[in-house]
């Protein structure tokens, strides 16, 4: 088989047909590389999907940026301080609702509803936000032709594609190989991300996003 290189997309289709080898399965291959993508919003949380917002907001609810996935850490920021909001429960917050009567006061936690950060107490006027969350990974396709882990683990992403084949392939021998090297690369991927952050004070997110 002869090396390909994978850098986008259209490099990751060709790859995944020469493994594959199977014709059949041509047709199929965007849709593995859709469902694999989907699988690693549903399985990853590393450093390199964090990602930094900002708000400025009076509202009890702030929408979240369209490429939210989980919450990290949000803080209530003013020119001298940032002061860290605690998350609690929607369970909690409709507590703290009834037992405060729906008054307004100082922000001291967060939970999330929906697509919005539900502030609690409810500000009654302006606050500045910043939140680190990690966001989603790109889909990729022929106008997305590639995200960071495409850059970063080009054979962590074609090992994966190959698996989703898996119910095609059924008793397919190279199955077992493709499930190894693919767990051995998502262990790499995730004691790395745990090294790269200790210490937490010394966190560097990624470029800014503002909603």
Do not use: C
């Not at 047909?17 to 469902?35: E, H, S, Y």
């Not at 990853?44 to 917002?53: K, Q, W």
């Not at 509202?59 to 919450?71: A, R």
Request: without cysteine.
């Amino acid at each position: 088989m002869a090396a390909i290189q994978i850098t986008n997309y259209s490099e990751l289709q060709s790859a995944t047909a020469d493994w594959l080898n199977r014709g059949d399965l041509v047709d199929q291959i965007p849709a593995f590389i859709m469902m694999t993508t989907a699988q690693f919003n549903r399985e990853l949380r590393t450093r390199d999907m964090m990602t930094r917002a900002e708000a400025t907001s009076a509202n009890e609810y702030v929408e979240l940026p369209g490429d939210w996935l989980e919450h990290y850490s949000l803080v209530l920021s003013d020119p001298q301080n940032n002061f860290p909001l605690r998350y609690i429960s929607e369970k909690e917050s409709n507590a703290f609702k009834a037992y405060a009567g729906g008054v307004s006061g100082p922000v001291t936690a967060y939970t999330i509803i929906g697509n919005a950060i539900e502030l609690v107490p409810a500000p009654g006027a302006d606050v500045d936000l910043k939140m680190i969350y990690y966001a989603k990974i790109p889909d990729l396709n022929d106008i997305q032709t590639t995200n960071w882990l495409l850059t970063k683990s080009p054979d962590f992403y074609l090992y994966s594609v190959l698996l989703q084949a898996a119910p095609y392939l059924k008793d397919d021998q190279r199955l077992p190989t493709w499930i190894q090297l693919r767990t051995a690369i998502a262990e790499t991927i995730r004691l790395e991300s745990e090294a790269s952050l200790r210490p937490r004070s010394q966190l560097s997110a990624r470029a800014p996003t503002f909603y």
